[in-house]
C-alpha cells in the first residue's frame, strides 16, 4: 500500500514549533473536550453560550488541541449559523492568546450533512448514498457539507463511516454503505473527495475522519459497543479495504473502534493501530479516539487496572488524540506517565506532529476569511442535489400488475406509525445525537402524508398518531379502507443510533403487525412504504402486499421524493445495497461463499442485493472480454451493452461481478468489482466499458498476503457470462 504523501513545507514548520512546545503544551495537543467543559448554563438556547473563564481555563492552561460537540451536552441540539461563527471565533481568539498561539480544530458529526447546524441541507443517511450506486452524488454530498460545516465556522468533521454494514441488527447499519466491500469503498472514497477537494485548507473543504477503525461494525450479538470476532483474514478480506480507500482519497484523521476484536479493545490494539494503519497502510494523519473510549479500558473493559494505566496502554497502542470529553484526567494521567519515563516523549512527539501535520494541511494557523453564508448555505443548487440523491436512493423493491404509479385522482387512505413524521425519514444524527425531536424539525419539509397530499387531487384520509409509538385505532382504518381506492401502509422504525439503538429482533413490533395484518385484509391494494435504519422484517406483509417501497433514511427531501416515485413523476432507480433478510437468523451475503448455497443452503433473501426495479426495463447483451486469457499482473477489458427497452426514460445500475472458479482460499461465489449508473430514453442503448485490474482478481491467501492465482474466472453482467484465464508470465 502507498503511503500517504507528506508535504514538505508542512514538516518543517511542524518540527520548528514542535521544538517550542513545553510537554505541557504537547499533552494538551493530544486533549479533546466536549463544548460542555466550557459551556455557560443553558448553553442551547442562549446566544452567548460560553464561559469565558472556562474556555480560558481549558486553551490557556491544558492548552486543549480539540473541542467537539454542540451545546450543549446532555441537550445537545442544531444551533443557529451565525451563533457558531461567534462561537468558533471567540475559540480561535482566545487560542491567538496562548504562548505558541497554537489554534484548536473544532470537531463535529456532519453525518447526512451539516447536523448540527440549524436549516442545513440534510442528504439521505449513507445506507441510501449506497443505494444510489452514484459516486458522483456522493461526491457532491461530501463538497455540499463540507462548506455547510465550514460556513458555520467550523474544521474537522467526524465522517464517512467507512465500516461495511454486514450485521443489520447492529443500529448503526444505516451509518454505513451496507455490505459490499467495493461499494462501501466506491461510495466513501468519493465522498471524502468532495469533501476535501485537492487541498482541505480551502475555504470549502474541510478534513474527514474515517469511522471507525477496525471491525465496530460486525459485533456477533448486533449489539452496539459490543464485542466482533474477526479472523485475520476476514478483516483484510472484507474489512480493512475500505479504509485503506479511504486513507488512499486522502483521509487525515481516524476514529478508532470502541469495540473490541478477538478480545482486544479497539483501543489498545497496537496490531490495529500501529503495525497495519501506520506500517502497511501508510496513514500519516492522526487517530482520535471515540467517546470516552481511553478510561473505558479501566472502568468497562477491565484491561487497565488504573485510569492512569489506561491511558498508557491507548497511547502507546498509537491512540493520538483522546476524546475524553468532560475532564481534564487524560491531560493529568499523561503528564504523569511522562514524567516518569512510562510514556517516552518519542512517542509524544509522533502523536502531536500528527496533530500539527492535519492542524497545518486544515490551514488553520492561515485562516480564510469564512465563507458567505447567503452563498454556501442551504443553496437552491444544494438542495437540488439532495433531492436527486432521495430519489434515486429509494427502492421499488415489488410492483405486482405496474400497481404503482398511481393516479393522481386516485381515493387513497394513508396509515402508519411512520407516515406524517420526518424524524423516521432522517434518523439519528438529525439536529439531535438520537434524531428523535420531532418538534425541532424544519416545518417547511413534508413528512410522506402531506407530500401526497399535495400531490394528488384525490381524497386522502389518514388513520394514526401523533408520536411514533402511539395506538393506531385499527377499527377506525379498516372502517376507512372502504371508501378508498388504495391503502398505503407505512411502518418502520423510530429514530436512534448507538447504543440506544439496540434491539433484540429484526421482527417489526406487533402493534406494527397486527396494523398490517388487518389492512391486508381489507381487500384493497396495499402499497407497503417502509422507513428505518434496519432491514425489519416485512416478508409476510409484502407477500401479500400488492407493492413494497423500501424508503430506509431518504433524508429531509424523503417525503416528496417518495410521492413523486408513488404517483410517476420520479422512475425509481435505487438498488438495495444490503441482502434484504426473509427472517430474523436468515443473514446470508451476496457475495457467500459456496458451501452456503450448496445442497440444503441457500442464499434467498426476501429481496437480493442490488434488487430494485423501475417502471421501464432494461437489457443487457453483448457481454465481451477483450482477451480470453491474461499472464499474473495483466488487466482485461469488459464491455457491455445496456438498452431501455421500455416505455419511460430510466436510470439503471449496470453492475460487473468476478469468481474465481478454483483457489487455495474458498472464493465467493460473486463479488462486484465495478459498476455504472446511467440514464435512458426509450428504445436508447449504451455500451459500457470496464476494466478489471489484478487487484479485482486478488484475495487473502493461505499465508495473509494479498495474491492473484492462476486459473479460470467468471465474469457476470446481468445474465450473460464470459470467462478467462490467468496464466504465470
Given at each position: 500500500m502507498g503511503a500517504q504523501e507528506l508535504n514538505p513545507q508542512i514538516e518543517k514548520q511542524v518540527q520548528n514549533l514542535l521544538a517550542q512546545m513545553s510537554l505541557e503544551e504537547k499533552v494538551?495537543?493530544?486533549?479533546?473536550?466536549?463544548?460542555?467543559?466550557?459551556?455557560?448554563?443553558?448553553?442551547?438556547?442562549?446566544?452567548n453560550p460560553i464561559d469565558q473563564a472556562k474556555l480560558e481555563e481549558a486553551v490557556l492552561k491544558y492548552h486543549v488541541g480539540s473541542i467537539l460537540n454542540t451545546p450543549s451536552t446532555p441537550n445537545n441540539k442544531a444551533q443557529p449559523i451565525e451563533k457558531w461563527r461567534r462561537l468558533t471565533n471567540s475559540i480561535r481568539e482566545v487560542a491567538a492568546k496562548s504562548r505558541?498561539?497554537?489554534?484548536v480544530i473544532y470537531g463535529i458529526d456532519a453525518i447526512h450533512g451539516a447536523t448540527y447546524t440549524r436549516s442545513s441541507v440534510l442528504f439521505p443517511q449513507a445506507i441510501n448514498m449506497a443505494a444510489t450506486f452514484?459516486?458522483?452524488?456522493?461526491?457532491?454530498?461530501?463538497?455540499?457539507?463540507?462548506?455547510?460545516v465550514k460556513a458555520s465556522g467550523l474544521d474537522w468533521n467526524f465522517s464517512p463511516v467507512m465500516d461495511i454494514g454486514r450485521q443489520p441488527l447492529w443500529p448503526r447499519l444505516w451509518e454505513t454503505y451496507g455490505e459490499d466491500v467495493y461499494l462501501g469503498s466506491a461510495m466513501g472514497s468519493a465522498y471524502i473527495k468532495g469533501h476535501q477537494g485537492a487541498d482541505y485548507s480551502a475555504a470549502t473543504k474541510a478534513p474527514t475522519c474515517l469511522k471507525h477503525y477496525i471491525g465496530y461494525s460486525?459485533?456477533?450479538?448486533?449489539?452496539?459497543?459490543?464485542?466482533?470476532?474477526?479472523g485475520e483474514r476476514a478483516l483484510r478480506e472484507y474489512f480493512l479495504p475500505a479504509f485503506a480507500a479511504g486513507i488512499k482519497a486522502g483521509a487525515p484523521t481516524v476514529m478508532i473502534n470502541s469495540g473490541e476484536v478477538d478480545g482486544i479493545p479497539g483501543h489498545a490494539n497496537y496490531q490495529y493501530l500501529t503495525s497495519i494503519l501506520r506500517g502497511e497502510l501508510g496513514f500519516t494523519g492522526f487517530t482520535i479516539s471515540d467517546w470516552e473510549d481511553i478510561i473505558r479500558l479501566y472502568d468497562r473493559d477491565k484491561m487497565a487496572a488504573s485510569p492512569k494505566e489506561a491511558v498508557k496502554i491507548a497511547v502507546m497502542a498509537g491512540v493520538d488524540m483522546s476524546m475524553v470529553p468532560f475532564n481534564y484526567s487524560f491531560y493529568d494521567l499523561l503528564l504523569e506517565l511522562a514524567h516518569s519515563g512510562e510514556v517516552p516523549l518519542s512517542r509524544i512527539d509522533e502523536a502531536v506532529t500528527r496533530i500539527l501535520r492535519v492542524k497545518f494541511a486544515t490551514g488553520l494557523f492561515n485562516p480564510h476569511?469564512?465563507?458567505?453564508?447567503?452563498?454556501?448555505?442551504?443553496?437552491?443548487?444544494?438542495?437540488?442535489?439532495?433531492?436527486?440523491?432521495?430519489?434515486?436512493?429509494?427502492?421499488?423493491?415489488?410492483n405486482d400488475q405496474q400497481l404503482l404509479p398511481l393516479p393522481k385522482?386516485?381515493?387513497?387512505?394513508?396509515?402508519?406509525?411512520?407516515?406524517?413524521l420526518l424524524s423516521v425519514m432522517n434518523g439519528g444524527w438529525t439536529i439531535t445525537w438520537q434524531g428523535d425531536k420531532e418538534e425541532l424539525y424544519p416545518q417547511n419539509k413534508l413528512t410522506l402524508l402531506q407530500a401526497i397530499q399535495k400531490k394528488t387531487t384525490g381524497q386522502v384520509s389518514y388513520v394514526g398518531g401523533k408520536a411514533f409509538g402511539d395506538e393506531i385505532n385499527i377499527e377506525q382504518v379498516v372502517s376507512a379502507a372502504r371508501n378508498h381506492d388504495y391503502i398505503i401502509l407505512a411502518l418502520g422504525e423510530k429514530p436512534y443510533t448507538?447504543?440506544?439503538?439496540?434491539?433484540?429482533?429484526?421482527?417489526?413490533?406487533?402493534?406494527?403487525?397486527?396494523?398490517?395484518?388487518?389492512?391486508?385484509?381489507?381487500?384493497?391494494?396495499?402499497?407497503?412504504?417502509?422507513?428505518?435504519?434496519?432491514?425489519?422484517?416485512?416478508?409476510?406483509?409484502?407477500?401479500?402486499?400488492?407493492a413494497v417501497v423500501l424508503g430506509f433514511l431518504p433524508g429531509m427531501e424523503g417525503g416528496e421524493v417518495l410521492a413523486d416515485i408513488l404517483f410517476g413523476d420520479v422512475n425509481p432507480s435505487g438498488k438495495l445495497p444490503i441482502s434484504y433478510p426473509r427472517n430474523t437468523n436468515d443473514i446470508v451475503p451476496y457475495d457467500h461463499k459456496p458451501m452456503e448455497s450448496f445442497e440444503f443452503n441457500q442464499y434467498r433473501p426476501l429481496y437480493a442485493f442490488a434488487h430494485g426495479l423501475s417502471y421501464t426495463r432494461f437489457e443487457t447483451n453483448g457481454l465481451t472480454l477483450n482477451k480470453n486469457k491474461i499472464k499474473l499482473g495483466e488487466s482485461i477489458d469488459v464491455?457491455?451493452?445496456?438498452?431501455?427497452?421500455?416505455?419511460?426514460?430510466?436510470?439503471?445500475?449496470?453492475?460487473?461481478?468476478?469468481?474465481?472458479?478454483?483457489?487455495?482460499v474458498t472464493r465467493p461465489t460473486r463479488q462486484l468489482k465495478a459498476f455504472k449508473k446511467v440514464e435512458l430514453k426509450p428504445g436508447q442503448q449504451q455500451t459500457l466499458q470496464f476494466t478489471l485490474t489484478a487487484d479485482d482478481m486478488s484475495f487473502i491467501g493461505v499465508d495473509m498476503k494479498r495474491i492473484v492465482e492462476p486459473g479460470e474466472f467468471k465474469v457476470m453482467v446481468g445474465t450473460e457470462t464470459a470467462e478467462f484465464t490467468v496464466t504465470h508470465p
Open positions: 494538551g495537543q493530544m486533549t479533546q473536550i466536549d463544548f460542555s467543559v466550557i459551556s455557560a448554563e443553558n448553553a442551547q438556547d442562549i446566544d505558541l498561539k497554537i489554534p452514484n459516486t458522483q452524488l456522493s461526491f457532491q454530498e461530501g463538497e455540499i457539507t463540507a462548506a455547510e460486525y459485533p456477533l450479538n448486533g449489539k452496539d459497543r459490543s464485542p466482533a470476532w474477526i476569511p469564512l465563507i458567505n453564508e447567503a452563498e454556501y448555505f442551504d443553496t437552491p443548487a444544494a438542495n437540488a442535489v439532495n433531492r436527486q440523491a432521495a430519489e434515486e436512493s429509494i427502492i421499488l423493491a415489488k385522482t386516485a381515493s387513497i387512505l394513508v396509515t402508519g406509525p411512520a407516515a406524517n448507538e447504543t440506544p439503538g439496540n434491539i433484540d429482533s429484526l421482527n417489526l413490533d406487533d402493534n406494527q403487525l397486527k396494523l398490517a395484518h388487518d389492512v391486508l385484509a381489507t381487500g384493497k391494494p396495499v402499497i407497503l412504504v417502509t422507513l428505518g435504519g434496519r432491514p425489519r422484517i416485512i416478508t409476510p406483509i409484502a407477500e401479500k402486499a400488492a464491455s457491455v451493452k445496456v438498452k431501455n427497452i421500455g416505455q419511460l426514460t430510466g436510470k439503471e445500475v449496470v453492475m460487473v461481478y468476478l469468481h474465481d472458479k478454483a483457489a487455495s
